[in-house]
């Protein structure tokens, strides 16, 4: 059964002329990468912060308890992690042509390790941080040399990484490319999210192409409404697609 859709989503991506994928914290797990909304990560950060992890990186909380946000956010940070085979499949497949966007709800920078050039990060990037007052911007190690709130060497300014925090809108471009990529798309590939986390999630109804694949280890709401659901691990999935497609 598992060999039979393997060869059916390999099937689709050389029929397609314009694939897309669209991942969640499900390809950044095979990583090492812990996903904060499980039911593991929910119970960790109510044990040891008094909050559940939507409220420790929310805006608001940024702004009235910025040590507690940055204790959660530097103590919950994998800076080692290493891209697993779905980022290099992805990475492979936009080389060879086959794939023209990835748009990703982490922010963990992996994709475009593994080789990926057309990133949209819907929820911006570890990897870029910038002052709140004058908009220098640093790195996440700068971020990471201060043991508490980081400070614009410049202004003297809180520096925040550039992510979308709870309460915080996407941003209108990511957004806007996101959305013309799916539209544009004969196929596109979901793999690694429950399609749960919106307004990302709704993106996806911008999709009118034929060929819908859903790639995850649990159900999703769209299940009903894809061409083929893989209920595996996308790395080993994405993995044995390159090998079929070789």
């Known amino acids: 059964m598992m060999n039979t859709k393997i060869q059916q989503l390999a099937d689709l991506i050389k029929q397609s002329r314009n694939a897309v994928f669209f991942g969640g914290a499900g390809v950044s797990t095979e990583s090492g990468i812990p996903d904060f909304r499980s039911e593991k990560g929910l119970y960790a950060a109510q044990e040891a912060y008094g909050y559940p992890p939507e409220k420790l990186l929310s ?146 109804d911008y999709f009118t192409g034929n060929d819908l694949v859903l790639i995850n280890k649990g159900s999703t709401s769209r299940d009903n409404h894809a061409k083929l659901t893989i209920n595996e691990a996308i790395g080993e999935v994405m993995k044995s697609v390159m090998e079929e497609l070789k």
């Open 59 to 204: 805006y608001s909380l940024f702004l009235e308890q910025p040590e507690l946000f940055f204790r959660y956010y530097k103590e919950n940070l994998v800076t080692d992690a290493k891209p697993n085979p779905a980022h290099f499949s992805l990475s492979e497949l936009e080389s060879q042509g086959k794939l023209t966007a990835v748009i990703t709800q982490n922010i963990d920078g992996l994709h475009q390790a593994a080789g990926s050039k057309n990133v949209l990060e819907l929820h911006g990037t570890n990897h870029r941080h910038y002052c709140m007052k004058c908009r220098t911007e640093y790195t996440l190690e700068y971020t990471l040399s201060f043991n508490a709130i980081p400070i614009c060497e410049k202004c003297g300014g809180i520096v925040r990484p550039d992510v979308v925090l709870y309460e915080e809108q996407l941003n209108n471009k990511v957004v806007t490319a996101a959305i013309t990529a799916i539209a544009r798309a004969d196929l596109l590939i979901i793999g690694g999210t429950s399609l749960a986390v919106y307004p990302a999630a709704g993106l996806i």
